[in-house]
């Protein structure tokens, strides 16, 4: 028996329906009443992700007012502070589960591949909370706003990618174990 067989279904089932919870909460509590407020929606939801510009507007749209800097601020001290790890440990154990192995391109996965694979959730995590920061330092009084505000945009990137070469890794790990599946019922 290997390590993924030992995670339960229902466990996965949980975290993801926590996460979704989750994201319910940031949509509903936070970033509709951003958009009802502004006219703006939170860069969080931007996922073709922004640049340095659009930064620079909502920089200047939080210090006029001072209720979207509230639900900003409430956003990232609330949900965004669980639902990256909880995101991350949810794609660790889907991956976990599905046991990344097998061949690419007639030659099997070396090891170091199959690191890289399960370090992918960790990567995500690691940029979400860089991005919550970024954001949160970047809108606010500091010195290192400025700095900031440039990292923004880069951490919203590797974020995005590191999600969705996840997912992809993640749909091609299922349709393979699927494939063996079907090859050993014939």
Known sequence: MNVGSRIPLWIIALLAA??????AWTTFGFVVPFKHETGQTVLDAYFAGYDELTVGR??????ENEIAGNLLRAMYAGPELVFPALLAMLLLLVLMR??????????????AVIRLVY????IYGLADYGENISSLIAFGDSDWADKAAQLLPWMTRLKLASLAICLI???RFAIV???HREEGEQ
């Open 18 to 23: 926590i996460c979704l919870c989750i994201l």
């Open 98 to 111: 599905l046991r990344p192995s097998g061949s690419y391109f007639a030659r099997p996965l070396s090891p």
């Open 58 to 63: 909502m920089r200047r749209l939080l210090g």
């Open 119 to 122: 370090a992918l959730p960790i």
């Open 177 to 179: 174990r699927a494939m």
């Open 169 to 171: 890794v993640i749909v």
